[in-house]
């Protein structure tokens, strides 16, 4: 912890303008146009003002965000693997060398940016080389389509910090953690990364590594934006705070909150967590298989090598300060009653493991207690408490195909046979919330998409809370269809209704697609619009060969084999 030699470890960037100018400030922000922030830049801002991306001090120019994307350094040659930009409409009518107040979405005032630079970004090659692809079931590249098309930067003057008002005694400023760290009197500091609740094989392998190297473990979860889907920070923080108070001893942890936006950008993330734990105070970082990949893309496989990130730190150890430990998968050893790592285990010995999948689906799922062996009773009674039943959680069926193959008549069908098995659904049909929430947009390409996305909003904020959803949408485009899906996490069924066009037509009463064909209407799918189709949906549809009820009847049985109907 001592021996702060590189530029991450050092003096961090302060950008809170000092108390005594505060008031004068304020007023003056008041005065100015608003720039409402996003979620994911409010965090950013947060951890700019208190210097947990040292030495980055604002929203990155146009020379700093080129350089990180092509060689994750900045213009000077620090190295910095993500890049962190403010995105500003077309329209907002920013003019250089002028002021803007930067506020949340409730208009509460943060800083003042002054505008020194506008630019133009290119999406495909900043996905490309930050991200490794354009595949759309990586949630930050779905995200980044919808961006605006020109960055700001400038300074940044920061009059107050985001408020939060859970677990405040939690959240610590690198100082303030680093002050903390400093009286544990101890020589080394590991920290660990963490979005997932931790069972007593994380317990124990942090536990070894802060002894291994005679310090004191930095227990430092995400809880600003991680992976849509993961398990909410306010389980997670209680599950943390639960094991710190009862299985850890005093002097050899420091629980500590910190509101990360993710990119889920596996190997260049996994530096950039490292910086930001080595402006912490930390001098050893954790990192695993797999870290702060997104998982599998449109055809199956990891977006990312299972080593590819701890190879990566491992490179720049020295240059950032930090040492890199590998996490190493650990098993139970029923015998013995320990843990000991899967390379180590003697020959002939009872192995106990449960993955990650079947903790959600066999354990929590099924309402089932997960083992002692596996994880600590306080952490298992709380998951329970916030994750019931498959049964019991919310879900949303999305039918996806072109006008005319079927959806909304399977969807109906569906509706009532889910009545039948004792689980209601929200209808959300693509034509009746036009009328109603989508009410005044057209048919362009961008005015199709908000509407995807406002039926996409609902649908997880039903399944958020319990409720099954049904939508039925033409909804064309792959990559929104993605950014629904990755709003709604693990419970979205992508139903794709696989119809010809040319049977589509046939039952066109409206002789919609006969006006498309003569040119009366613009912008058609299947016509003179596209429709992408899934690449790897979990339903597939045919209606040529099957009727809406024998197909409603399939889904209810995949909705039966994975959980969501009881019995």
Not at 489 to 499: L, R, Y
Not at 513 to 541: H, M, N, Q, S, W
């Amino acid at each position: 912890m001592s021996n702060l030699i590189s530029p991450y470890g050092g003096q961090l960037v302060n950008l809170v303008i000092p108390q005594d100018q505060l008031a004068e400030r304020l007023a003056h922000a008041k005065t100015l146009p608003v720039l409402n922030l996003s979620a994911r830049a409010l965090c950013d801002l947060e951890l700019m003002a208190t210097g947990a991306f040292s030495p980055l001090s604002g929203f990155m120019n146009k020379a700093d965000f080129e350089a990180v994307v092509n060689t994750m350094r900045l213009a000077d040659g620090t190295l910095f693997p993500m890049p962190i930009t403010l995105p500003v409409a077309d329209g907002a009518m920013l003019q250089l060398d002028t002021e803007v107040a930067l506020a949340d979405e409730r208009n509460n005032l943060l800083a003042i940016l002054r505008l020194d630079e506008i630019y133009a970004w290119d999406y495909e090659t900043t996905a490309h080389q930050v991200f490794g692809t354009l595949d759309t079931r990586h949630p930050i590249v779905a995200e980044m389509s919808r961006w605006h098309k020109h960055f700001a930067s400038g300074k940044l003057e920061v009059l107050s910090l985001p408020k939060h008002y859970d677990f405040t005694h939690l959240r610590r400023t690198p100082s303030e953690v680093r002050e903390s760290l400093e009286k544990f009197g101890k020589p080394n500091v590991v920290a660990f990364q963490t979005r997932n609740p931790l069972h007593r094989a994380h317990e124990e392998l942090t536990k070894r590594a802060a002894h291994s190297i005679d310090g004191v473990l930095l227990l430092h979860p995400v809880v600003g934006m991680t992976k849509p889907g993961d398990v909410d920070h306010y389980t997670r923080v209680r599950t943390y705070r639960a094991l710190v108070e009862n299985h850890y001893q005093p002097n050899e942890v420091l629980l500590s909150l910190l509101n990360l936006a993710m990119r889920m950008g596996g190997p260049r993330e996994a530096v950039w967590h490292a910086i930001i734990r080595r402006n912490h105070g930390a001098n050893h970082f954790i990192v695993g298989r797999d870290h702060a990949g997104p998982g599998n893309d449109s055809t199956g496989k990891p977006f990312y090598g299972p080593y590819d990130a701890q190879e990566l730190v491992a490179q720049f150890a020295d240059e950032i300060g930090v040492k890199m430990i590998p996490f190493k998968e650990l098993v139970y050893l029923a015998e013995e009653n320990r843990y000991e790592e899967d390379d180590k285990v003697p020959a002939g010995a009872t192995v106990k493991k449960i993955s990650g999948t079947q903790v959600r689906e066999d354990y929590l799922g099924k309402g089932v207690q997960l083992p002692a062996w596996f994880t600590h009773k306080e952490v298992a009674e709380v998951l329970a408490e916030s994750y019931p039943p498959l049964h019991r959680q919310g879900f949303v069926v999305w039918f996806t195909g072109l006008s005319g193959s079927g959806k909304s008549t399977t969807a109906e069908i569906l509706s009532m046979l889910l009545l039948e098995h004792g689980r209601q659904a929200t209808m959300l049909d693509g034509d009746i919330v036009r009328q109603h929430l989508s009410k005044g947009l057209g048919f362009t390409a961008e005015d199709r998409d908000t509407n995807i996305r406002r039926i996409g909003f609902v649908g997880s904020e039903i399944a958020r809370h319990g409720g099954g959803v049904i939508c039925a949408a033409i909804s064309p485009y792959r990559a929104t269809r993605d950014e629904v899906r990755a709003m709604v996490g693990e419970n979205f069924i992508e139903v794709f209704v696989d119809t010809p066009i040319e049977v589509c037509e046939e039952r066109d009463i409206k002789g919609m697609y006969a006006k498309a064909r003569r040119g009366e209407i613009k912008g058609f799918t299947g016509v003179d619009d596209p429709y992408e189709a899934p690449l790897k949906p979990e339903v597939v549809l045919t209606t040529t060969d099957h009727t809406p009820e024998q197909n409603a009847h399939k889904l209810i049985a995949y909705l039966r084999s994975r959980g969501f109907i009881h019995g």
